[in-house]
């Protein structure tokens, strides 16, 4: 193995589809009008000396070492920033040239320290490569004058020297060794879209300076690393480097944490990961990263991380480390005599949303043909259950219809419950990439997320609604759109049921959809609805993008049904810039959904009282399959409750934090008589367990997850799994205890049993997956290739289907007790319940949980920023402290649920989506009021985590 | 020009300059401008506010300011004496003045005499080279800098 090359370019490539031939050192080549002579060159072979050049970011030329001879022309041109034109002939390589650019060098080396040897950049800095490229050999300036290297001069201060800037936890900025090229600057402003960075000063005395002369940490940076991809030296290092040293070989592999599914190079040193370096032909990421995937991965080494399997009879003695075999061969017979004490029906399982595609269909093929029942459900019951039922209905498939990249053709954008910028960093850097190119921004959320108004980006409309009125407010849209008469007549009779639409036109008409009527209750004054919808019926390629705070409401199907209304009537899907994209949470929820995880359904969407369907699989897997749906995660419980359900697998997920309603969680739980918990870390779920299976990191399996786009990604292991067995074995050996005859030698081998079984999936194997570097299903034989977008020359299921959608307001209402409705959601450096960011760096910007609240309504209640606060729901009440901001609306507070300790579940109640179950977590009643600190159910929570954590022998394991 | 300014005062009269030209194209500099002539320098607090106003970042601003001579991050002294250093004015004497000057007040460049009376900056050319060597005196130029032209710019700056 050895390190996965990239070239590069020096400058973008060109889109343009006219090409250009010229010659450079006498190779013909052509290239696509408006490549730079640089990349023209490199693609011929020819690497031409540079410094402020790298092709993640614009040409600038300020470096002139990229200088070229162009025959006819005068002077030395940049390469960088001149255009091909047909028949140039160019000189890279000529005596003046040699001249010109030694002395550039010299001049920066002039100023430079001469530390090679230990400096962190050794074998990876392009000053040393570029010093040898151009031949220096001296530097006649000698190193004595005005310089930024030392902090003294000749015994006295050099006012010009600045000390290293080590305050982000993961990188650290050494400005004696800037050579001042701008790449930070321009990779932070063009890649990530924050313009945290900039140059001071002028002339020799620039620098640069994040924020206004301010440290790392302290500036607008968010830490996407973008600035140390960029760095040619080593002024802006990995820590990681500086401790370990450069790495020696990678692999190409996928961040395991949001749904944007960013393909890395995964560098390393042996069997210890040097860094995560975002992979430049990642078709989703496109060379971009955020801090969870680039930095966030030292979970997989945390102390914290349970290696080996243990057991314990009850639930308050302490853990005992048993052997693999001791602990397969307990769950096995645990589940053999709980299904002939209390029926076949008694013990399930949840597969994982964090684990690959292969070890999910392994879990519910366990269930199905080893359990003998469909109790099997998954995570995405709590967040995009109702994107799978709503667009299932109205289009024919259950997922997005775009891929990432569609956002460059994008005119009008709707960014509705969803906080891209935070929850899906990388697609949230290459929306504002197209707003700052022009394109238009409606952001639907009733909290002024970041996209409402960061730099260079402001959203023409923002519709601040009351949580839970977005059914309201998408109709009222429609309303607009029919009773203007701006709808798409042409596309809706070629590719929906006319009738069906007239039936939906009547109903959107009604004088109580209207934005005025809705308006009171709603929130959102009408002239805002009426400007919104026209801009996006009329705006060109309309796109909606959306996220949880569509799909957790009682009405979470309703509303995806409504968006998917709204893109049909103005003829936005099937072509690229429109569609309608779920932002998915987890690295693999649309994986694990596709893979056969809900109750009712067999991998590929296919209902499980299908009789054909039935029947491949069975006969694939020689048993007969129940043809009745199995339980959902809140059946199971309620189950549970009621003293009919006893055991249960659970890998990889954590019920007891995510799910609605945590005291009814764990009544459940605690009801049941074998709790098998398969995961990295003794989490919330585990103080429930009898049995805990370690579980391995994405950077210890091979397997595949799929993103939000439906992209098929390869996930390499790059190390051995420090528990023993990837997760995928685990799940094997467990169904070889049980007495199923699985062989599995490699996850490939499960690709290749879902690829037989899933015709959206036929074409899928890892040879296959090498060849393209990824595909998005349906791959097949009409789709070779995969399919970027879907409903291209038609729906799925036909014709598109329009839906009434009728407004219907929450159960969970506001009254004199309860009187604020508390909303939830994610912040940039966390990831979901925080299992795995809580035990990184990432800690360094979000502590705790905090209380965001109005300051009217803090005011009210004689709250202060920082003070600490109740917050009480009808199902039960938490501490936290909370933050004064004009970010939500009065009469509306919110927080994040990243902190175990916080406990935000205690609150939601157990209100959910009529069609999926999927619960209300973003609209819940409740009271604040000063308090002293954690509430009573917070303390006993507490100590009893810590007793449930205990192992005999070992010393408290620490949260 | 008032030097005693509290923070909010600073904010209330930086958002109402920045109201009356942010609708200009490309008004960051006049912005700057307005600001120097308001509060004789570039305060810190008000970048972030122009920041925020133009929806720009801290650092973008930063960037122009910093990029500037002319924007001050301190205020002045009562008056600014500005000698040109460029080529055309050093053949004509002009390192012979800026001695002479230094020694007058007893400052060094970019620094301001004790008494707040006059701030010594150096500029590269101020576009005067036929009438070498020049300086300019709170805006106005004087051409052919001699002896008793720095007697009036020093009994100007003394006054």
Known sequence: MSLVHEIDYGTPASRSETWVALTIDGRQITVPEGTSIMRASMEAGIQVPKLCATDMVDAFGSCRLCLVEIEGRAGTPSSCTTPVMPGMVVHTQTNRLKDIRRGVMELYISDHPLDCLTCAANGDCELQDMAGAVGLRDVRYGYEGDNHVRGRNNGEINARWMPKDESNPYFTYDPSKCIVCSRCVRACEEVQGTFALTIEGRGFESRVSPGMHEHFLDSECVSCGACVQACPTATLTEKSVIAIGQPEHSAVTTCAYCGVGCSFKAEMRGEELVRMVPYKDGQANRGHSCVKGRFAYGYATHKDRILNPMIREKISDPWREVTWEEAFAHVASEFRRLQYQYGRDSVGGITSSRCTNEETFLVQKLIRAGFGNNNVDTCARVCHSPTGYGLGQAFGTSAGTQDFDSVEHTDVVIVIGANPTDGHPVFGSRLKKRLRQGAKLIVIDPRRIDLVRTPHVEAAYHLPLQPGTNVAVLTALAHVIVAEGLFDEKFIRERCDWSEFEDWAAFVSEEQHSPEATEKFTGVPADLVRGAARLYATGGNGAIYYGLGVTEHSQGSTTVMAIANLAMATGNIGRPGVGVNPLRGQNNVQGSCDMGSFPHELPGYRHISDDATRDIFEKMWGVTLNNEPGLRIPNMLDAAVEGTFKGIYIQGEDILQSDPDTKHVSAGLAAMECVVVHDLFLNETANYAHVFLPGSTFLEKDGTFTNAERRINRVRKVMSPKNGYADWEVTQKLAQAMGLNWSYTHPSEIMDEIAATTPSFALVSYDYLDKMGSVQWPCNEAHPAGSPIMHVDGFVRGKGKFIRTEYVATDERTGPRFPLLLTTGRILSQYNVGAQTRRTDNVTWHTEDRLEIHPHDAEQRGIKDGDWVKLASRSGDTALRALITDRVAPGVVYTTFHHPNTQANVITTDFSDWATNCPEYKVTAVQVSPSNGPTEWQSDYEELSRRSRRIAGKLEAAE | ?159
């Open chain 2, 1 to 159: 020009m008032n030097m005693r300014i509290s923070a909010g005062e600073f904010t209330e009269r930086s958002l109402q300059i920045i109201g009356d030209l942010k609708h200009l194209e490309g008004p960051m500099l006049p912005i700057l401008h307005a600001i120097q002539a308001e509060f004789g320098y570039v305060p810190e607090e008000v970048k972030p506010i122009i920041a925020s106003e133009l929806n720009l970042s801290r650092a973008e601003v930063h960037g122009v300011v910093t990029f500037y001579h002319d924007l001050r991050e301190h205020p002045a002294g009562r008056h600014v004496l500005k000698l040109c250093r460029a080529e055309a004015c050093q053949s004509m004497g002009s390192d012979r003045i800026a001695d002479r000057v230094r020694e007058l007040f007893g400052i060094d460049f970019h620094q301001t005499t004790l008494d707040g009376a006059v701030t010594l900056e150096p500029v590269y050319c101020l576009g005067l080279c036929a009438c070498a060597p020049a300086a300019m005196l709170d805006g106005e130029v004087y051409g052919r800098v001699d002896e008793h032209c720095l007697d009036e710019i020093i009994t100007e700056v003394r006054r």
